[in-house]
């Protein structure tokens, strides 16, 4: 570098080598983890500033109960913020148990499967049904336009020429008129049942009115039960009247990746093979068409893989072309030499372990990043080893790997450059988003940033106005909330919910005499009145024998531990404890935490009035402590006979396990119970 800035001051011509020396010295900026799921879809503002990621989420009907938020972030360097869109979700389904009611956001997060930046927009698709239309003004992101579909939106692709078309694949592949929300259908010759897996806009003034489409016979594009599955490839002339349908051949395969030159008006597809190509034991192939001169290929390279992640045009020289594969294996061919492959450039062994009854291609992602830096000699790849790495195809297949620039243990899913290639986003398998930068003009001052610098400061989504799961017929929440409202139920602080004001029934008629058609206008038999929990001490019910006093007083002392509110009655007492269901956990600091010489199960009652039991897990002496360390239970006076202790006891085993309070002596804290 040094010898470089000095030729450069002494006149020399070595501006295009100072650029390639400074953009390849790749180094960690920022990270950030906590994404929905996997990270698949990246996006960099046009200036470099902004960048937005989108992951996919735990939507299906098994795995609900694991979704969660950050299915789209947001970030921008120029404040090191990072913040949570929450825009593509559904209202959850019913049917839900009641934990999961409980514990589950409404919302169920979809996954984003594209987005693409416009200027100030971003175009973002989503499982939800919905392309959505995000403005920046400011620190302000707005939801300005959405685009609903028929069903799940798979690709998209927004034109490079004309700001107001955008075209989707759902259930069928539409077009949009983006100003007026207006959409009209791409008719497509094939009449199967296919899949949408690739959309693509022509790169170049000669291509921009073109645009080209791949479809799958199955969902996921592979090939498992049939050596030459059936999909599709079809491409439309959109001119300003009408838009035209332009068949290519071959077009009877499935279709992984569509790709556009550059600067050239030429395409390449990479798909399955033909029926003629299998008896040759041909896995899959790459073909490129030149649209303006031939509706056939005229180029075809033989894959040696079984699915194709992503194609690539060389940009620096046209007659290199890439496949980068499921089986960590990135090929390289050369027009002029387009018998055999020029190169393969491997990846190691994936992180996760594959199911061992298929190949690695059929169940490993493989290579999932192939990104083209400003040089011939920079070539990027990322994959489920975990690795980015720079080659130089120029070289031979023992030289051709330049370094590994980079290294996590999550598999890689995706990458984007910014425009001036001078910082490199990359999306993990674990929910994590890595900013590599070129850049040493920063506050770090070409050092490498340390833990605490690289971390984003991250802002979380207002969480919306809670509707009680009204979306949920199982619910009882918004039916005991609607007798609450009314006054048909009251909640009484010590024994919870019962009758109120207006209650106009059912009516018990056997405590009530009278009228059995009307027994609400009956009074309360006096012998069921004196029983009510909420009156008089029991103890000063005059006419109640001692064994309904007895049992009135028990329902009264559970009634009290069933309907205690958190933190109201917590134990006053010197010591530092650590309440393992107190809401006020997190305000202790970590010292105070650390000194805590007892631990606690549960919210208390004051010791004064209930006497309830405390566990001390720990054994250890409290020498502030009013009660001996070693009592395992301190009972109340109203449970001191044997006679109320049974009816404790009856009680207690019908309730429901609000509060578990095992006895020490059984119960060993420390080490789980054997089944």
């Known amino acids: 570098m040094n010898t470089l800035l000095q030729n450069r001051e002494l006149g020399g011509a070595v501006k295009r080598q100072l650029r390639t020396k400074v953009k390849s010295d790749f180094r960690l900026l920022k990270a950030w983890k906590g994404a929905s799921n996997d990270v698949n879809v990246l996006a960099w503002s046009p200036d470099g500033t902004r960048f937005a990621a989108g992951a996919t989420a735990q939507c299906d009907e098994g795995n609900m109960e694991y979704n969660r938020g950050n299915n789209l972030v947001i970030g921008d360097l120029t404040c090191n913020r990072l913040e949570e869109v929450p825009g593509h979700y559904i209202i959850r389904p ?53 685009l609903p579909h028929e069903s799940k939106v798979l690709v998209m692709a927004r034109s490079n020429f004309q700001e107001n078309l955008l075209a989707t694949g759902a259930q069928s592949f539409r077009l949009w008129n983006i100003m007026e929300s207006r959409d009209a259908p791409l008719m497509i010759e094939s009449r199967r049942d296919l899949t949408p897996t690739c959309l693509a806009w022509g790169s ?74 299998v008896s040759r034991g041909t896995r899959s192939v790459v073909r490129v068409f030149e649209p ?71 169940d490993d992602v493989g290579v999932r990043m192939a990104l083209w830096g400003d040089e011939i000699n920079q070539f990027y790849t990322g994959a489920s080893d975990g690795i980015v790495k720079q080659w130089n195809i120029l070289l031979s297949q023992e030289d051709a790997l330049t370094k590994d620039i980079f290294g996590i243990e999550e598999e890689i899913m995706c990458g984007a450059f910014s425009n001036d290639k001078s910082n490199l986003l990359i999306g993990d398998a674990g929910g994590g988003i890595h900013i590599l930068s070129t850049s040493t003009s920063s506050p770090h001052e070409g050092r490498d940033p340390n833990e605490d610098e690289r971390k984003m400061q991250f802002r979380h989504a207002a969480q919306p106005p809670c509707d009680d799961h009204a979306s949920d017929s199982e619910s009882g929440l918004v039916a005991a ?51 009510q929990l909420d009156g008089p001490a029991p103890k000063d019910r005059i006419g109640l024998d001692e064994e309904s006093r007895q049992l009135v007083e028990a329902h009264i002392q559970l009634a009290r531990i069933r309907n205690q509110r958190r933190n109201e009655y917590k134990r006053k007492r010197t010591v530092d404890v650590i309440d393992l269901c107190s809401d006020d956990e997190d305000n202790q600091g ?66 429901e396990e609000d509060f578990w309070w095992p006895d020490s002596g059984q119960v060993d804290p420390n080490f789980p119970q054997e089944a």
């Not at 040696?304 to 046209?318: E, Y």
């Not at 105070?592 to 631990?599: L, P």
């Not at 020498?623 to 009680?651: I, Q, Y």
Request: charged share 20%; net charge negative.
């Open 481 to 531: 909330r609607k007798l609450l409202n009314s006054g048909k139920l009251k909640r009484h602080p010590i024994f919870g919910v019962g009758q109120g004001p207006h209650y106009d029934g059912p009516f018990a008629g056997w405590a009530r005499p009278g009228n059995p058609d009307q027994p609400h206008l009956a009074s309360l038999k006096p012998d069921v009145k004196m029983r």
């Open 292 to 362: 303006l001169k031939w509706k056939s290929q005229t180029i075809e390279f033989e894959c040696p893989a079984l699915d194709i992640n992503d194609i690539t045009f060389c940009p620096m020289n046209s007659y290199y072309v890439t496949a980068s594969c499921t089986n960590g294996v990135t090929y390289v061919w050369d027009y002029r030499k387009r018998d055999k492959v020029l190169l393969e450039l491997p990846h190691g062994e994936p992180l996760n372990q594959l199911d061992e009854l298929l190949e690695r291609e059929q």
């Open 590 to 655: 970590p010292e105070r935490r650390a000194q805590s010489q007892h631990i606690y199960i549960g919210d208390f009652i004051d010791i004064a009035n209930l006497q309830c039991e405390v566990i001390d897990l720990t054994g250890d002496t409290d020498t502030d402590s009013e009660e001996n360390p070693t009592t395992a239970r301190v009972r109340s006076p109203c449970s001191e006979s044997p006679k109320m202790g049974s009816l404790l006891e009856k009680l207690e085993a019908g309730l």
């Open 204 to 277: 170049t003034h000669e291509t921009k009115h073109l645009l080209l489409a791949g479809m799958s016979e199955r969902d996921d594009g592979l090939p498992h039960t049939c050596p030459a599955p059936n999909g599709f490839l079809t491409g439309w002339h959109v001119g300003e009247a009408s838009i035209t349908p332009t068949p290519f051949q071959p077009n009877s395969q499935n279709i992984f990746d569509i790709k556009w030159h550059p600067t050239l008006p030429r395409f390449a597809t990479a798909s399955t093979v033909g029926q003629s190509q």
């Open 94 to 146: 019913p049917g839900r148990v009641a934990s999961q009611r409980a514990t589950s956001d409404n919302r169920l997060f979809m996954s984003v499967t594209a987005m693409q930046w416009f200027d100030d927009t971003l175009f973002t698709a989503s499982y939800d049904n919905t392309v959505k239309l995000w403005i920046f003004s400011g620190n302000r992101i707005t939801n300005y336009k959405t």
